[in-house]
């Protein structure tokens, strides 16, 4: 399935022989030949056996082991990559109906398909950009009219119909984008559906993810209120039985076609996207998940929807999709001779219906395309039905009982002691042990953006202030206006910076302090760290507001950033029970005792960037106090409110005043003096990899101890893309990468290396998602790309562009819209460079530097990537193994994200930290951080001393 699913789309030879070679190499093919009557099964052997007359397959050279062997060690010549090609078509026949609307409908003519009707869909997935969503928009549009001449006026429920997916349709398919869906997808759906209803067939909206879900029927509400489609009744919509909220989905379409006198069609599956659902719900952090954990739970509510759809009389009319026996069964019995029809996807459950059509009317799902876009689908689809919990797998493995294929789910769910899966947690369970995962929020759900819109508004309103915190007092001084990044006359707030006498009574408190910090023990301390994860927790949308509207964060970046403070906390405190509560027993001789314990260094300087109000500045005075130590913290300039109202958490938490104190203030005078004060025991930084190195001078200069540096720096960040990426997915990626966060994250994409075989298209596609973007204010759930920092960053970024357009080649600048005028906003762009070493330190912001490389200069593309000297993250897209697996061995970085985005080091799961010149190597928010803030001290006791070893004398025989 990872053969089939990349090898059409590769254009180059060279990978596609790679990528044959990576995945046939240890297969297993004599196991499976023969032993299956599915060409599922055999396709991609008999495409192997159309070889065999180039490479005999004698039983003395190993059989079909032996010959496979032998084929991969050829497996440049032409003739065997054609033969994996067409064993892919094979494949592709089965399941995709036609590559055009005419092979679709010319096939559904042939003997196997005449008794069925017909729902074709044009393989519109997700769209990226305009371009692909006019495309998509044209296909459904040609395949209407070519469908019509085919419907013989036979009306809209005997017709052959149409299936559209309404992200195909509009590139921004998602709630943050709401206003814009509203205006721009319903006319275009209004006007699919107005030529379907001139033609006198069926359209049914497919279902998607739950994220969607509101917004989707949003517009389904808006066009099926269109008068001039009233009485057609061939409007329908897919309703997905996985979903919690399916019951309540079909009574609200109910609701419709009363209200309308109208009739919808329903067509009930059980769900296509039932691991993605799960593991965004996780990724989120959110209450529970949209979906069912078990198959018979899914199999109990497709019953109940049923049900539902069947005494909604004729207001829905039923479509039941399904490839289970037992199901069919069962809807046979609810009908009672109610008017319905089955539905069944092409390629699958031939089996079952066989028993079927011809008895009642039966549709077959027939997705349409090319076979380049049909290979996402086609795996998922088969892994989807292929997966051992399955109808389809089980009905073929003889040795599951007839019985246990045919099982009653009701039956099944009444006898479970846990009905939820227990080897799937829940959201905030996913870190194991008794830790829990900071709560999201459900951006797509109205009854969580309401609240929280509420929330940011009332903090907004309120204003901020900052001083210098020191034994847990508010120093005064002289205050100035914090202003927001995005509109810089709007002021956030005021902030008094410390001076030489504030920060030498901190450093005084903190020293006195921290004996008895170090003493109170790691237990105590993680109790208080726990309440401190609590109430940042709680104190979310005000933590929000503040990273907003200072920070210039968008508000799911906001968000995001208090969620990973409150990780921080849960994280560390968990560390501090198991690390710092009791000293750890060593091995000795008889008579010995040898103990040994971790304690505070001392005093610890903080020192975090703006990028993370919150999250970095929690992070490292939180770890810190876990190990023992006292605290000055001294947050970035620009975000002096958000470190402040986090330190006030801290006190209210239990923390003593002296214990963590505030220094806000410029670099060069409070941060410099704070480094260079000799009552500092360690630093901790995150920030550029200059004044990295010039804090490590400073301390290498001090006399008296040697002075731990804990710093996370910058980075040249890659992404190596190859030929056989899936080029949406790629793109997708390097959007959120680059782009997102204004391209201010620590982790974020900076340069793209392309194969030269599919750079064309891909960049094409990058440009066209990068038109996508909206920048603007960031409280505005809508904008994706906010303000950069302040003045100073936006012309730097500017500077360094200017510089690109001479030196390397313009790809693309979004547009900056009017509203940005009053704000620090620097609009995405992107440049194509002939090499790396053009650049010569980071640039931090949303500029996008592109090289294209030929599919032979992989090893040029590392080396590049080596000597830049920077170890942060790195990104790798393609689907061949070993060429993942060479990129990794070969490039010393902190984080690698395979097929992926670059961005969200999650605490516990992608601990964040760099090598090189990106940092001196601990992960923040991994299991070893805190060891880094601490010392080690043992003792050694003779315990014969005082009269002999007790325990060892007293000792009975066995």
Not at 67 to 90: D, N
Not at 160 to 178: D, M, N, Y
Not at 370 to 392: I, K, M, Q
Not at 698 to 711: E, F, H
Request: net charge negative.
């Amino acid at each position: 399935m990872c053969l089939a699913e990349a090898l059409l789309r590769i254009p180059d030879a060279a990978t596609a022989d790679r990528l044959i070679r990576d995945k046939l190499a240890a297969a297993d093919f004599e196991r499976h030949l023969g032993g299956s009557e599915s060409v599922l099964v055999n396709a991609p052997i008999w495409g192997l056996m159309l070889t065999g007359r180039l490479i005999r397959l004698d039983d003395d050279e190993g059989g079909i082991g032996g010959f496979v062997r032998r084929l991969v060690a050829r497996s440049g010549e032409p003739v065997i990559r054609q033969a994996m090609i067409q064993a892919t078509r094979i494949l592709s026949r089965q399941v995709v109906m036609g590559r055009t609307i005419e092979e679709a409908l010319e096939r559904s003519t042939e003997s196997d398909h005449v008794a069925y009707r017909h729902s074709f869909d044009m393989l519109g997935e997700a769209a990226h950009t305009a371009e692909d969503a006019g495309r998509y928009h044209e296909a459904y549009a040609a395949a209407i009219d070519a469908v019509a001449a085919w419907a013989d006026g036979r009306g809209p429920v005997a017709s052959p119909g149409i299936s559209v997916k309404q992200s195909a349709l509009h590139p921004r398919f998602e709630t943050a984008q709401r206003t814009r869906v509203i205006a721009e997808l319903a006319p275009r759906l209004l006007a699919l559906a107005r030529r379907t209803r001139d033609v006198g067939i069926g359209l049914t909206v497919d279902a998607e993810e739950a994220h969607r879900r509101d917004l989707m029927l949003e517009v389904v509400g808006i066009v099926f209120a269109e008068p001039a489609l009233r009485g057609w009744g061939g409007f329908g919509l897919a309703v997905q039985a996985y979903q919690k909220r399916a019951p309540h989905v079909v009574d609200h379409l109910a609701r419709l076609a009363r209200a309308r006198d109208d009739r919808i069609m329903v067509r009930l599956v059980k769900g296509a996207y039932w691991d993605t659902e799960i593991k965004r719900a996780q990724e989120r952090g959110l209450d529970g998940f949209p979906v069912y954990t078990r198959k018979a739970s899914t199999d109990v509510s497709y019953l109940a929807v049923a049900r539902r759809l069947l005494d909604a009389g004729e207001r829905l009319y039923p479509q039941f999709a399904t490839h289970n026996a037992h199901t069919v069964a069962a809807i046979d019995a609810i009908a009672a001779g109610r008017p319905f029809e089955y539905q069944r996807l092409h390629g699958m459950g031939e089996a079952l219906y066989d028993q079927i059509v011809g008895t009642r009317p039966c549709r077959v799902y027939a997705p349409v395309g090319s076979h380049e876009d049909l290979l996402p689908y086609l795996v998922r689809r088969l892994l989807e039905n292929g997966a051992n919990t399955s109808f389809v797998n089980r009905w073929i493995d003889d040795d599951v009982p007839i019985e246990a294929v045919v099982a009653d789910p009701v039956g099944r769910t009444e006898t479970l002691v846990v009905v939820p899966h227990p080897r799937i947690p829940l959201p905030v369970e996913i870190a194991g042990g008794a830790r829990r995962v900071a709560r999201g929020i459900d951006f797509a759900d109205p009854l969580a953006l309401h609240p929280l819109a509420d929330a940011l508004a009332r903090a907004v309103a309120t204003g901020a202030e900052a001083a210098p915190i020191v034994d847990g007092r508010m120093v005064p001084g002289r205050a100035r206006d914090v202003t927001d990044p995005a509109d810089r006359r709007r002021v956030v707030g005021i902030a008094v910076d410390a001076d030489r006498a504030s920060l030498d009574a901190a450093l005084t408190a903190a020293a006195a302090a921290q004996n008895g910090r170090d003493a109170l023990g790691g237990a105590a301390r993680a109790n208080i760290l726990d309440c401190a994860g609590d109430l940042l927790e709680a104190e979310m949308p005000a933590l929000a507001a503040l990273a907003i509207r200072e920070g210039g964060k968008t508000v799911a970046d906001a968000i995001a950033d208090v969620r990973e403070a409150v990780d921080y906390a849960r994280f560390y405190a968990d560390a501090a029970r198991r690390d710092f509560a009791a000293p750890a027993a060593l091995p000795g001789p008889a008579g010995e005792s040898n103990r040994l314990a971790l304690h505070g260094r001392g005093v610890f300087a903080c020192i975090s960037p703006w990028n993370f109000p919150i999250a970095i500045f929690a992070g490292q005075v939180i770890a810190a106090l876990a190990a023992g130590n006292a605290v000055i913290a001294k947050p970035a300039e620009q975000t002096p409110l958000a470190a402040a109202a986090v330190i006030r958490l801290l006190h209210r938490a239990g923390v003593p005043g002296a214990v963590v104190n505030l220094v806000p203030g410029d670099g060069a005078t409070i941060g410099a003096a704070l480094v260079g004060d000799p009552r500092v025991a360690g630093v901790a930084f995150t920030g550029s990899t200059e004044v990295g190195r010039l804090i490590n001078r400073t301390l290498a200069g001090r006399d008296g101890p040697i002075v731990p540096l804990i710093a996370e720096t910058g980075g040249q960040n890659a992404m190596i893309v190859d030929s056989s990426a899936l080029a949406e997915q790629v793109v997708a990626d390097v959007v959120i990468s680059a782009f997102l966060s204004a391209g201010q994250r620590c982790l974020a994409l900076r340069v793209l290396f392309l194969q030269d075989d599919v750079a064309d298209r891909v960049i094409r596609m990058l440009t066209g998602a990068m038109a996508e973007l909206s920048i603007g204010d960031p409280v505005l759930l809508a904008t994706d790309v906010g303000p950069v920092i302040d003045a100073d960053a936006r012309t730097m970024l500017e500077s360094h562009a200017g510089r690109m357009a001479r030196d390397g080649r313009f790809l693309y600048a979004c547009a900056l819209p009017p509203e940005t005028a009053h704000g620090t906003f620097f609009a995405p762009r992107a440049f194509a460079i002939d090499r790396l070493d053009i650049l010569d330190r980071e640039v931090f912001g949303p500029i996008l530097h592109v090289v294209r490389f030929a599919g032979d200069w992989l090893e040029d593309v590392i080396g590049a990537v080596r000597r830049t000297g920077y170890g942060l993250t790195l990104g790798v897209h393609s689907r061949i193994e070993s060429t993942i697996e060479a990129i990794r061995r070969a490039l010393p970085v902190g984080n690698v994200y395979v097929n992926r985005a670059m961005i969200g080091a999650v605490v516990g799961m992608q601990p964040f930290g760099g090598e090189g010149l990106s940092g001196t190597g601990p992960k923040a928010g991994g299991p070893h951080y805190l060891q880094r803030f601490a010392l080690e001290r043992a003792v050694s006791v003779n315990t014969t001393a005082s009269g002999g070893n007790v325990a060892l004398l007293s000792l009975e025989e066995d």
